[in-house]
């Protein structure tokens, strides 16, 4: 029986995948080769998640792979409807990216209570000048997005003694329905997204939503960027309907020099890194390596997306979110 195929659609550095050896036949491509690629291949490791080339090329002829994985937690950019329709397997990084981005939320909510960024603009001037920062517990916080990411951050934000509100698409037990996002956000210090795009999230953070907030409220974005309406969020920022915010997902990807967000006062700017810690691509292999063994071996999949909903489903009783990071 041939070895099965792994087409991988590349990004640098490639994925260390030596422990396939002797079980896969592991192919390379890169976005332009990936249409004529696709028919030979048994597993499809989209490894350059920032790509759109699975969704440009899945509807062409020929073959198409029965799983494909994706080294993100978002899948948003290579759904199609062909895609959606067949009877592909479609898994993603669920597992890696939890801890790093709740860490980074953790990190933007202490910097920005005790108002580290104006401590070190103070420093660069050599200027002294004492203020008051806020305490952090006792605040309150309202995550969006119930998925393993924003249930990883509401975790991490109680252990520094916040008070905070999971909100997922419908309610159940602890986790509230998004017709209580308004309400609860009314009344947040902090307003952090964890949201994946789907259709009912694109641009759901917009004028409305930001005249919600308290004049001292911050908001931290770690989902995905089409989620906001960044025209809005400046007007609001420019305006003081909010303190501040931080985003570290964009509309579009990487952020243009002559953007007007660099230079929008109370907004910090990070370039999708919020999951991105030290070796994280050797865990991505890791884990699609553990993964294909399991498929060759006939075992089931871990982390399949529901391809209609366009996240993977909780398993409690209820869909919802998966949250998704920048990846």
């Known amino acids: 029986m041939p070895e099965p195929v792994v087409l991988v659609l590349d990004a640098d550095p490639s994925p260390r995948l030596g422990r396939l050896t002797g079980r896969a036949r592991v192919l390379h491509t890169g976005a332009a080769g990936l249409a004529d690629r696709l028919p030979e291949a048994d597993v499809l490791l989209v490894w350059d998640f920032t790509s759109d080339a699975v969704r440009e090329a899945w509807p062409g002829p020929g073959a198409r792979p029965g799983w494909v994985h994706t080294a993100s937690a978002g899948v948003d950019r290579l759904l199609c409807p062909e895609l959606v329709a067949s009877d592909t397997v479609v898994t993603?990084?669920?597992?890696?990216?939890?801890?790093?981005?709740?860490?980074?939320?953790?990190?933007?909510?202490?910097?920005?209570?005790?108002?580290?960024?104006?401590?070190?603009?103070?420093?660069?001037?050599?200027?002294w000048h004492h203020r008051e920062g806020q305490q952090v517990a006792g605040s309150r916080a309202v995550v969006v997005g119930a998925g393993p990411i924003g249930r990883e951050i509401t975790r991490l934000l109680h252990g520094l003694g916040v008070q905070v509100a999971l909100v997922g698409r419908s309610a159940r037990r602890t986790i509230h329905g998004i017709e209580d996002l308004g309400p609860l956000a009314a009344r947040a210090d902090w307003v952090i997204s964890a949201v994946p795009l789907t259709p009912s999230t694109y641009g759901m953070f917009d004028t409305r939503f930001f005249g919600l907030l308290q004049p001292s409220a911050r908001f931290i974005n770690v989902g995905r960027g089409a989620s906001v309406v960044e025209a809005d969020l400046v007007s609001a920022l420019e305006r003081r309907w909010l303190a501040g915010a931080a985003l570290d997902v964009f509309d579009a990807e990487p952020l243009g020099e002559d953007s007007p967000l660099w230079d929008v006062p109370g907004l910090l700017v990070s370039p999708h890194l919020s999951g991105d810690t030290v070796g994280w691509r050797?865990?991505?292999?890791?884990?699609?390596?553990?993964?294909?063994?399991?498929?060759?071996?006939?075992?089931?999949?871990?982390?399949?997306?529901?391809?209609?909903?366009?996240?993977?489903?909780?398993?409690?009783?209820?869909?919802?979110?998966?949250?998704?990071?920048?990846?």
């Open 92 to 127: 993603n990084a669920r597992g890696i990216f939890e801890r790093p981005i709740a860490e980074y939320v953790a990190g933007l909510v202490l910097a920005f209570a005790k108002d580290l960024p104006t401590t070190l603009a103070f420093q660069r001037e050599r200027r």
């Open 282 to 327: 050797d865990r991505l292999g890791e884990q699609f390596v553990a993964m294909y063994e399991l498929w060759a071996d006939g075992g089931p999949l871990p982390n399949v997306v529901d391809k209609q909903r366009g996240y993977i489903p909780s398993t409690d009783n209820s869909a919802e979110e998966e949250g998704a990071s920048p990846e």
